[in-house]
C-alpha cells in the first residue's frame, strides 16, 4: 500500500486482544500495550504523511518492490527480518530509509560467509558489530549492491551516492537521492490515482512476520 501512497493503522478491538503487550526488535526496544501501539502506529502515519518525505518514501518502496523474490535467500536469517522491517515497520527521509537497508544488508553478507567458521559457532555473539573494511565494501557494491542499482534505474550521480550512504556525503549527493525517490514516488500516486483502485491485495506480504500471528489489520 505504501507503494501507492497508503498506510496500513493497527487497531486491537476484540477483548482477547486488549491485554497484549509487544516489545519492538530494534532500539530502543520500547514495551508497547495496545494503547501505545496504536498510537506509535500513528505516528509513523503522520511520518509516511509528512509532506517533506511523502513522496521520497513511496518512490523508496516502489524501488525495494523490483527487487525479485528470493534475492536474499543466501542471506542470514536476520536479514528477512531486516527487510521486512524496512519495508513495512520505518516512516522517515528515504536517506535514512536507505542506509538501514545498506547497513542491515552489509552486515548480514559478513554473517553469512562467516556462519560456517569455527570462530562463529564458538561465540555467535562476538560477531554482532562486525563491520566490512573498505576493500571488502567496495567489492560488495560492485557484485551485489550495483545490481539493485541497476534495478532501479540510477543516473551514474545517483549510483554514486548510494555508494556514499552510510559515509560522509555531500549535501548534493543527499539532494540526488532524495530527487531520485521524490520523482519515482510522484509518478506512482499520479497512476494510482488516475486508474481509481488502490490494490489491497499485496497489503498482508508487507507486514512484518513477527507482527501477522498477533496483530489483526484493518484500515481506518
Known sequence: MQCKGKRVLTVFVEENELDQRW????????????LSFVVHDIQ???KFMQNEFYYEQIGFFNCL???PEGFFNSLSVGFSSDFDHVRADMNACSIHLLAFFKAKWMHAELLSTAANSSYYKAAPQDFKFIRMSLHEQLIWERDKFDKILDLWNCSPFVRWSCHKICYQMSEEEVRAIRLFFAQIGKQAVNKAEA???VDLSVTYSYIPKHRR???PYRLI
Do not use: T
Not at 516489545?23 to 495496545?34: I, L, Q
Open 213 to 215: 500471528k498477533q496483530a
Open 44 to 46: 509513523h502515519m503522520e
Open 23 to 34: 516489545k519492538d526488535a530494534y532500539p530502543p526496544y520500547a514495551e508497547h500495550n495496545v
Open 195 to 197: 486508474s481509481g483502485v
Open 65 to 67: 518492490k523490483k527487487i
